[in-house]
């Protein structure tokens, strides 16, 4: 089987009834390039910018975070990299934040929510994102949305720091805007959401969490946390439809778009994207191929 996946590298996305799909990777570091590029993905889907915080001291400043993503922008050499930001708290902590114990670190206080709270650590990633999208094809995708409300502050913070770059002379490129879909509300506010962004990436990690109401970190749970259940494949469903009726192009993130029992489904669906582990990208091809959506 190893042979003739190796086999479909080169080969187009596209379904046997001819629909072009954008399979792509996930990376969680620089590192993570060479592997992508092995697998022959289209472009990166999901670039976890934690590691950034995750492996520092302190703050990372907006030098180092340009550099990394520019270098990712660069090694893709013109094929999409769409950058998460900052996506600390809840499973992932950091002890420069000082954040405080939680009894509900899943539902507390995270990502989004801290960026828009404290704008200073924010505004000095979207600097450097913005100022990388001058080196590839930067997409820009934030993290635990739930309301309209959130993405206009945050397209507020985005026109902000472009007029800085503009008057401080500092080139940029053109770059995508999108949410992540991973919490029931954002899901239920889809066809609003859509209008103010460029795409939708599903994550259905968290989306399965927060609406089965699991911790997808307990052991106990483990048997029971089925991202198969009904009501997600709803929400899927609906997310794209929305998601298309405003514009959007719209993917999956989390772990449930490597589920090649499921790619049909995410296809008949009208699924535009899949962003998976490198080593599921050749995988999930060969099903895309061998799929007619009609
Ligand atoms: C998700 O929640 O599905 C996702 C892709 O993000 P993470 O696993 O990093 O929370
Ligand atoms: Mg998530």
Redesign the pocket.
């Known amino acids: 089987a190893r042979e003739l996946l190796s086999m479909l590298k080169g080969k187009e996305d596209v379904t046997a009834d001819g629909k072009h799909i954008k399979l792509y990777a996930?990376i969680a570091g620089v590192g993570d390039v060479a592997n992508v590029l092995a697998n022959d993905a289209a472009g990166i889907g999901?670039f976890?910018s934690e590691f950034l915080y995750l492996e520092a001291e302190d703050y990372p400043d907006e030098e180092t975070q340009f550099l990394a993503y520019k270098r990712v922008a660069e090694n893709m050499a013109g094929k999409k990299v769409v950058v998460r930001t900052l996506?600390i708290g809840a499973d992932k902590q950091v002890d420069y934040f000082n954040l405080d114990k939680e009894e509900n670190p899943a539902m507390g206080y995270r990502a989004i929510r801290i960026c828009l709270d404290r704008p200073e650590i924010f505004r000095t990633q979207l600097r450097a994102l913005i100022r990388a999208s001058a080196y590839g094809e930067i997409a820009i995708m934030y993290?635990m949305i739930i309301s309209v409300e959130e993405v206009l502050k945050i397209k507020a913070i985005v026109e902000e720091v472009k007029k800085e770059l503009d008057e401080q002379g500092i080139r940029y490129g053109n770059f995508e805007q999108g949410i992540?879909i991973?919490t029931p509300a954002a899901v239920m506010m889809s066809e609003e959401l859509a209008k103010e962004v460029d795409f939708f990436s599903i994550?259905?990690?968290?989306?399965t969490q927060y609406t089965l109401a699991m911790d997808r970190q307990n052991m106990k749970l483990d048997t029971m946390y089925d991202p198969h259940h009904p009501a997600i494949l709803r929400m899927i469903r609906m997310t794209i439809e929305n998601g298309h009726k405003g514009g959007c192009w719209v993917g999956i993130?989390?772990?449930l778009g490597a589920d090649t029992t499921l790619t049909e489904t995410f296809l008949k669906m009208g699924i535009d994207e899949l962003s998976v582990s490198p080593s599921f990208v050749l995988p999930v091809r060969k099903i895309i191929r061998e799929t007619k959506v009609k």
Do not use: H, I
Request: charged share 35%; with cysteine.
């Open positions: 996930n999901l976890r996506d993290p992540m991973e994550g259905t990690n968290d989306l993130c989390g772990e």
